[in-house]
Every structure is written in structure tokens, then in C-alpha cells.
């Protein structure tokens, strides 16, 4: 495992993680931290490891990320930016993040992001940002392998967000809210059921990687601020989300619990 201590000097709002795929059994995170001119004083990167990235691309692309509020050098809980991770984790392309701290949002960053949103990628010298931008454009530049889900399935589960969001933030238990979450995930059980085990079938697609992400936030924040989990009467959603949340994509691209719960927390507050 490739593992580098963080300079003092680093600091999350300047430091690039170099983010490589790696063919070791390293844990979630198997990163070579180093600052944006690629060194640190005060240690040397290791570089006896084997890389592997079956790509074209010789330089890495740069994407602005949400910088975790709870772990200094960690990638943050916004479930666009994870969409966007994991569609070039699903493409094998190599990439860096630049940690964004947005509440504290750096001079160079609203620079290329007059928005103050993240996430954003340098896609032919021009920055993007949108996760459903990024995620066409990368779709047309690296069509290979291809993740597109046909037009017909690609709104399959997406009231799911909204309708969680607004059961997290109610305080009136018979106001519905509930309800219309059961409702969204129930319908999403059924079409798993008939036509899973993803939304296009055997293989996942874009619609799964920009779903996956916000049913994690819903189990975690659902789960601390409610005590509520999927009921076990949709199998089908269960089952879903294991296989989402256990691929080696998600696992290497998602939030820390303890960011996904202090980010829900103005929300939940009201
Ligand atoms: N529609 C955008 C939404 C992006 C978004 O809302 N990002 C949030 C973080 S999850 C953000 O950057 N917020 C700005 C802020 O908190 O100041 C997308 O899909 O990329």
C-alpha cells in the first residue's frame, strides 16, 4: 500500500490527491498525496507499486471535489461529486481531486467555478461543472466502455432524492412525507424486481451511479436522524443497494458516514 504522511504546509484548500487505480488489496483510499507541483518537502513518494489503468489518457484529469468538514486530506459527502468519481472509476480513467473547502471556498476555485459548486472537471482546458454536464460530456469524449441507459429508463428512481429529503426535514410524523418515500421506493422495488438487477439490466449504467450515491445518504442520514431503514418488504431495494454500495468504485468514492450526517445537519435543524 502506497501511504505518505501530509506535510504540514498541506493544507486541504491547496492539496491535490493523486488518485490512482491499484491493483494491491489496499483499502478504500490508495492515494499518493502530494501537492499540486506533484511534491512535498519533508518526504519522498514511494513508487514501488504497480499502476494499472487501462486508459488512454497520459495525464490525469482534474476535478474540484467537496473537501470533508470532519477529516482533514478526505473527500467530502456531495452525492453529484461521487456520480462523477464513479463514472470515471466505470471508465478506468485516471484522475485527480482537488479538495474543495466550501465553506472556506478559495480564490483560485470561484475563479473556474463562478457558481461556487462543486463538482467541476478540466475537460479540454475548459472547466465543467454539472454532474449531469460532466458525466454526458464524459460519456461522448471516453465512450468506452459505454454507460449510457436508455432514455426511457434513465428517470427510473429519481424522485427517490427529493422525497427523502423531504421526509429527513420533516417534524410532523403523519404529514406524508413518509408515505411519499415508501411510495417512490416501493416503485423502484417493482421495476428492480422485473427488470434488475441494475436499472438497465445486468450492467450498470449512468442512472445507477447517480442513484447509488443518494440512497447511501438517505441509509445513513435516514438512519441517525430517524432511526429508519428500508423496511424489509422491498427486497428488492435491499439488494440493490448492497450491490451498489459493494462495488469497489463506490467504496473507493464514498463520503465518510460521519460527513454524510454533519452535511444533513443544517437541513435537519431547519
Ligand atoms: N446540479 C449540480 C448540483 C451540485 C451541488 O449542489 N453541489 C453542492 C455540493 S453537494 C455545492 O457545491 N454547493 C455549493 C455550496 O455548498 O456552497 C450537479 O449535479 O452537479
Known amino acids: 500500500m502506497a501511504t505518505a504522511k501530509m506535510h504540514p504546509s498541506a493544507t486541504a484548500l491547496s492539496t491535490t490527491i493523486k488518485h490512482l487505480t491499484c491493483n494491491h488489496q489496499c483499502p478504500p483510499f490508495c492515494t499518493l498525496l502530494t501537492n499540486s507541483s506533484s511534491r512535498l518537502r519533508g518526504y519522498r513518494l514511494r513508487r514501488s507499486f504497480t499502476v494499472s489503468m487501462s486508459t488512454s489518457l497520459s495525464t490525469p484529469l482534474e476535478v474540484c471535489v467537496k473537501a470533508s468538514v470532519t477529516t482533514p486530506n478526505k473527500l467530502g459527502d456531495c452525492p453529484f461529486t461521487q456520480r462523477v468519481l464513479l463514472t470515471l472509476e466505470e471508465k478506468h480513467l485516471p484522475y485527480d481531486m482537488k479538495l474543495v473547502d466550501l465553506a472556506n471556498k478559495p480564490e483560485w476555485f470561484l475563479k473556474v467555478s463562478p457558481e461556487g459548486k462543486v463538482p467541476l472537471i478540466k475537460l479540454d482546458e475548459k472547466w465543467i461543472p454539472d454532474s449531469d454536464v460532466i458525466t454526458q460530456a464524459l460519456e461522448e469524449k471516453f465512450p468506452s466502455p459505454p454507460l449510457v441507459t436508455p432514455p426511457e ?118
Request: no cysteine; hydrophobic share 40%.
Open 153 to 270: 429508463k434513465a428517470s427510473v428512481g429519481s424522485k427517490i432524492f427529493s422525497t427523502f429529503i423531504g421526509f429527513l426535514k420533516s417534524k410532523d410524523a403523519g404529514d406524508g412525507t413518509e408515505q411519499a418515500l415508501l411510495s417512490e421506493l416501493t416503485a423502484f422495488n417493482d421495476y428492480i424486481k422485473d427488470n434488475g438487477p441494475f436499472i438497465n439490466g445486468k450492467e450498470v449504467s449512468a442512472a445507477d451511479l447517480a442513484l447509488g450515491p443518494k440512497l447511501y445518504h438517505l441509509e445513513i442520514a435516514l438512519g441517525h436522524y430517524k432511526k429508519w431503514s428500508v423496511p424489509d418488504s422491498l427486497p428488492y431495494v435491499k439488494a440493490y443497494m448492497k450491490s451498489i454500495f459493494s462495488k469497489d468504485s463506490f467504496i473507493k468514492t464514498r463520503a465518510l458516514p460521519e460527513d454524510v450526517i454533519e452535511g444533513w445537519r443544517p437541513k435537519v435543524m431547519g
